[in-house]
């Protein structure tokens, strides 16, 4: 099933047409969910994980599900030639920009946006050619 890859392109997309509106919290808030469904993508569909049995363990609840994505995909990819420290940097990044968008009483300026826009877009392709997407 490609639907999680599917809602990943869409969101990216999304995140170009709200940047052109203005929107730049809303913006820097689908820049970060298209990585979140990808590695979600890559995981259940790609390296075969059961979807159910990720979300409902200890690890998911104890470390947040987001950070319990990331420490599981990085496992894999520590096997690939892939730079993991780098894509990690550039999650944990955009998942800050994520996090003052959607939480913090700031204003998300345009700069933002394309910062968070350009890291997804690192990590999509990035993941993309791994995993041959």
């Known amino acids: 099933m490609k639907i ?11 995140s170009i047409l709200l940047k052109q509106e203005e929107h730049y919290a809303s913006s820097v808030h689908c820049s970060y969910y298209s990585c979140v469904q990808l590695i979600r993508h890559i995981l259940f569909n790609k390296l075969e994980l059961d979807e159910k049995s990720f979300d409902n363990g200890k690890n998911t609840n104890q470390n947040g599900s987001h950070n319990h994505l990331l420490s599981v995909l990085s496992e894999y990819l520590h096997k690939s030639n892939i730079d993991v420290i780098s ?4 999650f944990r990044i955009i998942k800050e920009l994520r996090k003052n968008a959607d939480y913090k009483q700031i ?3 345009q700069n933002d946006c394309n910062n968070a826009y350009n890291l997804a877009l690192r990590i999509n392709n990035s993941l993309k050619t791994i995993y041959s997407i």
Not at 4 to 14: Q, V
């Open 4 to 14: 999680l890859l599917d809602k990943s392109i869409n969101s990216l997309n999304a």
């Open 107 to 109: 204003i998300v300026f």
């Open 87 to 90: 894509l990690k940097s550039d």
